[in-house]
C-alpha cells in the first residue's frame, strides 16, 4: 500500500485519467444522441 515509486504513482494518475475521459465520452455521446433527433426534425 505504501509504495511511492514513480511507476506506481504514474499508473494510479493514468488510471484516473482514463476514467475520466471515458465518463466524459459517454457524457458527449448521451448529449449526441438526445440532440440528434431533434436536428433531424
Known amino acids: 500500500m505504501?509504495?511511492?515509486?514513480?511507476?506506481?504513482?504514474?499508473?494510479?494518475?493514468?488510471?484516473?485519467?482514463?476514467?475520466?475521459?471515458t465518463a466524459d465520452q459517454k457524457k458527449k455521446q448521451a448529449a449526441a444522441s438526445k440532440q440528434a433527433p431533434a436536428k433531424k426534425k
Open 2 to 21: 505504501g509504495d511511492k515509486s514513480p511507476k506506481s504513482t504514474q499508473k494510479k494518475s493514468t488510471q484516473k485519467q482514463v476514467k475520466a475521459t
